[in-house]
């Protein structure tokens, strides 16, 4: 027979079970617990109890349909509930308890629903039903044999190997890293919410604290472990995301490798006094640990802003900065105070253990002074990115110099031009648009190339651009545009016009005078009519499709909000045109090396290519990236404009 307490085999004479003494009639260790051999679901026996806290009890339980052992936790807020004597029926306890019971009761079915999505990912635990009864509510999950990271510490002393403890991050940020992309977030990272499995495998569980984060003004509830929790999980209304887990990981690692958590971090915003585990234990890595301090900034944009990169940083040899360097590095934002650009800082900090490729073996440039000109619109008297980008640059180089000029549009060709005739152009500049006249005496670049992982940024290649005058640092892509109060597509990409509906069964197109061969080549425009207005047209409502790019989508959903739709057109006939291009002009070894290295800097850096395009106030958005991380970051900031668009960037061709 089967003992129903703990499951096992025994002979039928035996009244009580050699395994776990379990007899007939025994009863639970508490009385509000559920009797051993109490049925759930007409399916599941319910056995000895495996723990319990202040809301809930797991339970040791056979499923008699799959004939398999399983554990099923009972939702039992002590205090607010009783269970009635002799029966397996829980009873709220009258008054104002029962809102609380059933905001409980919400959030623990929300653990459970949370839990099931994550079916199959080794490192989370198993969540198979979840279902209301007797008063209360279950949910069924995989049965896992171990202990608690916690109590592994404990076992082994208080703490670990660093080898092991990356070991242990590693899983669960694997396990994060699915929860992150589905738009969720843990809340709860701690080494009791971490389970060592006998077979060897690592668990995260315990999703009761978890929440969708989709949206950055989402009201979110104070759940939290002191010691593990950042500073916006103690507010009601803060940004909450992926960096929030970061953080706690990070904590979960120091307690890991020092052994003990640290300080609370609401404490440590007004006196940090939580000490590096190097500066405590100088056998562990300063990489090591500058990577634990960074995932564990107080200050959300100092932080590693996803799993991926932490994870990156303590698998590393690269050279990890201190949060203090970091934080040295980004004073040039301090109150600018506009949130999305906070953000898009924050999620590029990584970039410093990712530098380009040759930067460790080239640690230092000659001593140079260069020069810079690039076009500045019409009623603008500097390019505010670009400015950032040099300041960031001599900040890494303190013993390089580059002048920069900013010379309105209007002017500029005119003005290279004479500075060309007279040998007196500048080291690097800005070439967009111009003709190949004004490449005279400049060098290929090759030498740019070579200091650039080529697998970081789209189309910058040797065998495309190694022999090339000019290079470009963004591009462009045409994109179609849809009234959506006049006409519909249920195409995912579009290539003719005929694919459009109207409304009124006549589909008039508008196109861009600068996209206008691209889509005489690319796009079938035989079913609908051409206006000679553009963008303008497509505003005022006066045609259904407006055919034109990526540069347009910033002023079209300015106007557009709510009644316009943009589609791609298949990745294959996509042809994008350069934003900006540059040239660096022939000059003496120092000042070669040094303009090559920037130039390099401006296309591999993330932190550059953000200051260039998509940062608040000064990015120039009418152009998209060249760095395939700062693309990433630009879809995960503004999903709704850029995702479909750039989807299959890889595939996209350059003119």
């Known amino acids: 027979m089967r003992c129903v307490n703990c499951f096992e085999e025994h002979d039928d004479n035996l009244s009580v079970c050699p395994y776990c003494g379990y007899y007939d009639g025994a009863e639970p260790k508490e009385p509000y617990m559920l009797f051993a051999g109490n049925i759930l679901q007409g399916r599941y026996i319910i056995g000895k109890v495996l723990g319990f806290g202040g809301f809930g009890i797991i339970y040791k339980a056979f499923d008699m349909k799959l004939e398999r052992v399983v554990a099923i936790k009972e939702y039992y807020p002590s205090g607010l509930v009783y269970r009635t004597p002799n029966t397996p029926d829980v009873v709220v306890i009258k008054g104002k308890k029962y809102k609380d019971y059933a905001n409980g009761l919400m959030r623990f079915l929300d653990e459970a629903r949370n839990a099931t999505k994550f079916i199959n990912n080794p490192n989370i635990i198993d969540i198979m039903e979840y279902f209301e009864e007797n008063g209360t509510a279950y949910f069924v999950m995989e049965l896992m044999v171990g202990l608690s990271l916690d109590d592994y510490l404990e076992q082994c002393g208080g703490t670990i190997s660093d080898q092991d403890a990356i070991t242990i991050v590693t899983a669960i940020g694997s396990a994060l890293k699915d929860i992150h992309k589905a738009g969720y977030i843990h809340r709860d990272i701690a080494p009791d919410n971490i389970f060592m499995c006998e077979d060897g495998k690592i668990k995260l569980f315990d999703f009761g604290a978890s929440r969708f984060s989709e949206k950055e003004d989402q009201l979110l509830s104070i759940v939290l472990k002191p010691g593990y929790a950042p500073v916006e999980q103690y507010e009601t209304v803060n940004k909450q995301g992926p960096w929030t887990d970061v953080y706690a990981l990070g904590a979960t690692m120091y307690r890991m490798i020092v052994g003990e958590k640290p300080d609370e971090s609401t404490n440590r915003k007004t006196q940090d006094t939580v000490k590096s585990p190097h500066e405590i234990n100088p056998e562990i890595s300063e990489n090591l640990s500058n990577a634990i301090m960074r995932a564990m900034a107080v200050e959300q944009h100092l932080r ?32 600018l105070g506009i949130a999305v650009s906070l953000c898009v800082i924050a999620v590029l900090v990584f970039i410093f253990t990712r530098d380009w490729k040759k930067q460790e073996a080239e640690a230092t440039l000659p001593d140079a002074t260069i020069t810079l000109w690039y076009a500045i619109n019409e009623g603008s008297d500097a390019n505010e990115g670009l400015k950032k980008a040099v300041e960031d640059f001599m900040l890494l180089y303190n013993n390089v110099t580059i002048e920069c000029t900013g010379i309105p549009e209007a002017s500029y060709a005119e003005a290279l031009r004479t500075a060309i005739s007279q040998n007196e152009a500048p080291n690097i500049y800005e070439v967009s648009g111009l003709d190949d006249s004004f490449l005279t005496g400049c060098v290929t670049m090759e030498g740019v190339i070579s200091q650039i992982d080529e697998g970081s940024t789209y189309f910058v290649n040797a065998d495309t651009y190694g022999g090339a005058l000019r290079l470009p640092s963004s591009f462009v892509i045409p994109v179609v545009y849809v009234n959506t109060a006049m006409a519909d597509c249920t195409d995912a990409e579009i290539g003719s016009i005929f694919e459009i509906s109207a409304t009124d069964g006549t589909c008039d197109y508008s196109v861009s005078a600068l996209w206008k061969n691209f889509f005489d080549e690319h796009f079938d425009l035989t079913g609908g009519s051409l206006s000679d207005r553009a963008a303008d047209d497509f505003t005022d409502n006066t045609v259904e499709v407006y055919l034109g790019s990526s540069a347009d989508l910033e002023a079209i959903y300015a106007t557009m909000t709510g009644k316009c739709e943009h589609y791609p057109l298949p990745a294959a006939d996509v042809v994008c045109l350069p934003g900006d291009e540059w040239s660096i002009r022939d000059a003496s070894s120092d000042e070669l090396t040094v ?61």
Do not use: C, W
């Open 304 to 335: 590693y802003q996803t799993v991926d990169e932490f994870v990156s940083a303590i698998q590393s040899e690269k050279k990890i900065l201190s949060v203090e360097t970091v934080r040295k590095r980004k004073k040039t934002f301090r109150g």
């Open 595 to 655: 303009a090559k290295r920037f130039l390099a800097y401006l296309l591999n850096d993330p932190t550059a290519q953000d200051y260039l395009y998509m940062q608040g106030d000064y990015g120039d958005k009418t152009k998209i990236p060249i760095n395939k991380a700062a693309v990433s970051t630009l879809i995960s900031d503004d999903a709704r404009f850029y995702e479909r668009i750039l989807e299959h960037a890889d595939e996209f061709k350059m003119k």
